[in-house]
């Protein structure tokens, strides 16, 4: 067995590069949100502010997960990008059935409003890139010159 079929492409190459660094920007946004509320105004929403934290924590683990892209660090990245999945529906769902029930918004009230609905959409797209760069999908051969992974049925027939 190959080391691609093992691990797999690099969940950090090709369009793995974009959505690290889209996780990136989100979770230094979360960062830096979450680190003012916890400062300056913790006893007003605890929940809310606490959500926050533990997103922005999420976007962390999840940007370090994708970039690094072994195996430990793929498990990683299923977890947290799954984690996140879920939360931005869970949390989003209650903030819209309930506008007050955390206090105060926090990154992913309202799907993500407050980010431009990323919060939804990326979750879903980190999934699929993991899936779509999985260890033993049949189709992904490793470019020998740069290492990327590249699906063998688009690629072009060796020219003669």
Same mark, same amino acid.
């Given at each position: 067995?190959?080391?691609?079929?093992?691990?797999?492409? !690099?969940?950090?190459?090709?369009?793995?590069? $974009?959505?690290?660094?889209?996780?990136?920007?989100?979770?230094?946004?979360?960062?830096? !949100?979450?680190?003012?509320?916890?400062?300056?105004?913790?006893?007003?929403?605890?929940?809310?502010?606490? $959500?926050?934290?533990?997103?922005?924590?999420?976007y962390v683990?999840?940007?370090?997960? $994708?970039?690094?892209?072994?195996? !430990?660090?793929?498990?990683?990245?299923?977890?947290?990008?799954?984690?996140?999945?879920?939360?931005?529906?869970?949390?989003?769902?209650?903030?819209?059935?309930?506008?007050?029930?955390?206090?105060?918004?926090?990154?992913?009230?309202?799907?993500?409003?407050?980010?431009?609905?990323?919060?939804?959409?990326?979750?879903?797209?980190?999934?699929?890139?993991?899936?779509?760069?999985?260890?033993?999908?049949?189709?992904?051969? !490793?470019?020998?010159?740069?290492?990327?992974?590249?699906d063998s049925?688009?690629?072009?027939?060796?020219?003669?």
């Amino acid at each position: 067995m190959s080391r691609t079929e093992r691990t797999g492409p !690099r969940t950090g190459s090709g369009f793995g590069r $974009l959505l690290v660094t889209v996780y990136g920007v989100l979770a230094f946004a979360a960062i830096g !949100r979450s680190s003012y509320e916890l400062a300056t105004k913790f006893s007003e929403a605890p929940v809310a502010y606490s $959500l926050s934290t533990l997103s922005a924590v999420v976007y962390v683990l999840a940007t370090l997960a $994708l970039a690094k892209g072994g195996p !430990r660090w793929r498990a990683v990245a299923w977890a947290t990008v799954a984690f996140e999945a879920v939360g931005v529906i869970a949390v989003g769902a209650a903030s819209a059935a309930a506008p007050d029930v955390f206090g105060e918004t926090t990154v992913w009230s309202g799907f993500g409003q407050g980010y431009g609905y990323v919060p939804l959409v990326l979750p879903f797209v980190g999934l699929w890139w993991l899936w779509h760069t999985r260890p033993g999908r049949s189709g992904a051969v !490793r470019d020998p010159e740069d290492g990327s992974a590249h699906d063998s049925s688009t690629t072009s027939p060796p020219e003669a």
